[in-house]
């Protein structure tokens, strides 16, 4: 079966396009791997003894990788995620080419995976750390269940804005265990957020005339005053009425926990990094994109992913204003305690839910 991205090309102009830094000097980045190393496993014990979740899979794994490194990682999780989509749009791409006047598939491949170099490639000038969560049963564990660290933007942003390098390294850290924790401290939550990703993929439809359709559906939604890719990039615009209603579901649950991440942190942080509100007052005016940036955030759906940290945060506060840490806590019991994403904008309709049950829960 033909893939429908050449993944080779991808990462080629991915490492392309994120190879625009300088280079840092071999013992800068030395230091750096050393500092993950230590403050990771520090960052572990601030997020357990702040939110109570204990990773039920051993110790965390740092790796401090290069742009390159990055996109080779995220390239190796988007395969093993989208084997099932892109079988399906191999299919496709089969049959459209033995159509007249279609573009062969050898450059069809080729010039959807520049398309995703491009993006991988921009975005891995952007990102500081991330928690690889997309672990596959039956394969090699080695590069999966890893903390990773972007040293050439990591220590850009310390030169550009005089952070002091041990501070602002436990800070980052702090973000990716706690997501770490999330995914391996709470027993259902990698299943329960794979098998939404895989739901989603699932209803995907090959055919072309989707996206017609679908940039129609965005002229009106234009006409109405309102914005169609402000709730998720393209995707929304391609999903079926049943992968909306997922992705709504998707987008609670990443709100929750990329709020509690940053709570996490800013809390976790309070004594041990007294310039925790500088960095997350810089961060916050680096994710508000502008120009060119900000097209393409809201174009595959990032813009959204932005929001979700604001909106997750205000969440969280809201519900402990009314019931505290207990209150909270309600959210890791199980998927049916999850906040929709109706709920993350208005806490006070599950704040409500939660009442409701409480007398059958005794």
Not at 44 to 55: D, K
Not at 79 to 99: C, D, F, I, N
Not at 214 to 241: C, H, I, Y
Request: aromatic residues 6%.
């Amino acid at each position: 079966m033909v893939d429908p991205v050449d993944w080779g090309v991808a990462a080629q102009v991915a490492a392309r396009v994120a190879g625009r830094h300088a280079p840092y000097p071999a013992f800068e980045i030395r230091a750096l791997e050393a500092d993950f190393a230590e403050l990771t496993a520090e960052a572990e014990g601030l997020v357990a003894e702040e939110t109570g979740l204990r990773s039920l899979a051993g110790p965390a794994r740092a790796r401090v990788t290069d742009r390159a490194g990055w996109v080779e990682a995220n390239v190796a999780s988007f395969q093993r995620l989208l084997g099932p989509v892109t079988a399906k749009l191999g299919e496709s791409l089969e049959r459209s080419s033995a159509r007249p006047f279609s573009l062969p598939v050898g450059a069809s491949r080729r010039v959807s995976g520049t398309q995703v170099g491009m993006l991988l490639g921009w975005m891995s000038s952007r990102v500081l750390g991330q928690y690889d969560q997309l672990l596959i049963e039956d394969e090699d564990t080695e590069d999966q269940d890893i903390v990773y660290y972007v040293g050439p933007n990591i220590l850009g942003l310390e030169r550009r804005f005089g952070f002091p390098p041990r501070e602002f390294r436990l800070w980052l850290a702090l973000h990716e265990v706690t997501h770490r924790a999330q995914f391996t401290g709470v027993p259902w939550m990698r299943g329960h957020f794979l098998g939404l990703v895989q739901r989603t993929l699932d209803g995907v439809d090959p055919d072309p005339r989707r996206l017609l359709d679908a940039l129609r559906r965005s002229a009106s939604e234009l006409k109405a005053g309102r914005n169609p890719l402000d709730e998720g990039g393209l995707l929304t615009l391609l999903a079926t009425p049943e992968q909306h209603a997922t992705i709504q579901e998707v987008g609670g649950l990443m709100s929750l926990l990329e709020g509690h991440g940053d709570i996490t942190m800013d809390r976790a942080a309070a004594e041990r990094i007294p310039n925790a509100a500088r960095f997350a007052q810089t961060l916050r005016e680096r994710r508000r994109q502008r120009g060119v940036s900000k097209v393409v955030t809201t174009l595959i759906g990032l813009d959204a992913k932005l929001r979700q940290y604001e909106q997750g945060e205000a969440f969280i506060e809201a519900v402990e204003a009314v019931g505290g840490e207990q209150l909270l806590r309600r959210v890791w019991d199980g998927p049916e305690w999850l906040p929709s994403w109706p709920e993350i904008r208005d806490p006070a309709i599950w704040v409500e839910r939660c009442r409701a049950a409480a007398p059958a829960a005794g």
